[in-house]
């Protein structure tokens, strides 16, 4: 290797050295020393530590040997991070994003459940005569929430098999960005398409049970 000011001594070559994040692959590596006039001012050093070392210890161990090396360097300014530390620092932007999805996500569900809620409200008082000719006619409550519940299933699979192909293609192409990812299990969205459906039956089935076991003698009076 060629530096700035002369040659470099070689220790090594690794053709498949893992260095960076997830995002990339494996790339060619190589090991040299700096010697006596570098090139460039070391800026980092990674130290390994028995098992069960003393942190407070080694910190300060750390500390005295890099001032006893450069003593013009202030002790306060040396950092010392742990390598997990800066390990989880390559990943920040993914974390943040993250956090943004499962906000952004349950805004979502609040504001549909919402929606939900109101459509049930405004179904069970419009067809509150209705609700109360069928409970005459021999309906059972069972039926009149199976009524209200089948035409929510209806519409809940509608929105799935739109927002299904779509969420697939957003998190295959952001997945495509890393050289090491999982793949996309199909179960996945299974899950996700119960959770939204055993949610939405609650909603519905709570908020039209007093439809439905309200005396149809009171509704089909009042209409």
């Given at each position: 290797?060629?530096?700035?000011?002369?040659?470099?001594?070689?220790?090594?070559?690794?053709?498949?050295?893992?260095?960076?994040?997830?995002?990339?692959?494996?790339?060619?590596?190589?090991?040299?020393?700096?010697?006596?006039?570098?090139?460039?001012?070391?800026?980092?050093?990674?130290?390994?530590?028995?098992?069960?070392?003393?942190?407070?210890?080694?910190?300060?161990y750390v500390k005295d040997v890099i001032?006893?090396?450069?003593?013009?360097?202030?002790?306060?300014?040396?950092?010392?991070?742990?390598?997990?530390?800066?390990?989880?620092?390559?990943?920040?932007?993914?974390?943040?994003?993250?956090?943004?999805?499962?906000?952004?996500?349950?805004?979502?569900?609040?504001?549909?459940?919402?929606?939900?809620?109101?459509?049930?409200?405004?179904?069970?008082?419009?067809?509150?005569?209705?609700?109360?000719?069928?409970?005459?006619?021999?309906?059972?409550?069972?039926?009149?929430?199976?009524?209200?519940?089948?035409?929510?299933?209806?519409?809940?699979?509608?929105?799935?098999?739109?927002?299904?192909?779509?969420?697939?293609?957003?998190?295959?192409?952001?997945?495509?960005?890393?050289?090491?990812?999982?793949?996309?299990?199909?179960?996945?969205?299974?899950?996700?398409?119960?959770?939204?459906?055993?949610?939405?039956?609650?909603?519905?089935?709570?908020?039209?049970?007093?439809?439905?076991?309200?005396?149809?003698?009171?509704?089909?009076?009042?209409?």
């Amino acid at each position: 290797l060629q530096g700035h000011k002369g040659k470099t001594d070689i220790v090594g070559f690794c053709k498949d050295f893992n260095f960076k994040p997830l995002q990339y692959g494996l790339d060619p590596f190589a090991f040299y020393v700096f010697g006596t006039d570098p090139w460039w001012y070391p800026t980092h050093l990674y130290i390994r530590t028995t098992a069960n070392a003393d942190i407070e210890s080694v910190i300060r161990y750390v500390k005295d040997v890099i001032v006893e090396f450069d003593p013009s360097l202030n002790r306060s300014k040396i950092d010392i991070i742990f390598f997990e530390e800066e390990l989880g620092a390559q990943y920040k932007k993914e974390k943040q994003l993250t956090t943004l999805v499962t906000l952004f996500t349950l805004i979502s569900v609040i504001i549909s459940l919402m929606g939900v809620f109101g459509l049930v409200m405004f179904e069970t008082q419009y067809r509150r005569r209705e609700i109360g000719l069928r409970r005459v006619h021999g309906a059972s409550v069972g039926r009149i929430l199976a009524m209200f519940n089948v035409k929510f299933i209806r519409i809940v699979l509608i929105c799935f098999v739109i927002a299904c192909p779509v969420s697939y293609f957003v998190m295959d192409s952001y997945l495509s960005k890393f050289a090491y990812r999982v793949p996309l299990y199909w179960w996945v969205f299974a899950l996700a398409l119960v959770v939204v459906l055993l949610i939405t039956v609650t909603v519905v089935t709570l908020r039209s049970l007093k439809a439905a076991t309200e005396n149809p003698v009171n509704s089909i009076k009042t209409e």
